[in-house]
């Protein structure tokens, strides 16, 4: 019988501070017996309060994660299966490219760091790009 390795996945966007950092959180639940996955930022920052609050309703504790830097990864000579771009082209954010032999996935979700309005209101935006990177995730682990 032929043993077949985890598929290695990576997540990225600008700062890993929210959208990957969600994706990341999902995949692993779902499909750690599939999939060893990580996410990563071009300019790494802090993770987005909003999204450490709203990932907490979900069961999954951001609290203290530390964000990534796609050069770090690549600086260490990591490789990836698949490589998805999480960042949301359409308001003019330009997505990284991480290099190497790797299928490429783009899903775009808006940015968490742009939303305004009152705290309920942000955090009502947060909950909706959360439920659709789950569903997006959901989708992925079915085809992948």
Known sequence: MLLVGKKR??????????RSQMAEAYLTRHASDRFEVDSAGLEPGTINPYVVEVMKEEGV?????KTNSAFDFLKEGR?????????????????????????????????PSSFTGTEEEIKTRVREVRDSIKEKILQFIQTA
């Open 79 to 111: 490789t990836y299966d698949i490589v998805v771009t999480v960042c949301d082209e359409t308001s003019g954010q330009h997505c990284p490219i991480f290099p190497g032999q790797s299928r490429r996935l783009h899903w775009g979700f808006d940015d």
């Open 9 to 18: 996945v990576l997540f990225v966007c600008v700062h890993n501070s929210a």
């Open 61 to 65: 504790d951001l609290t203290g994660k």
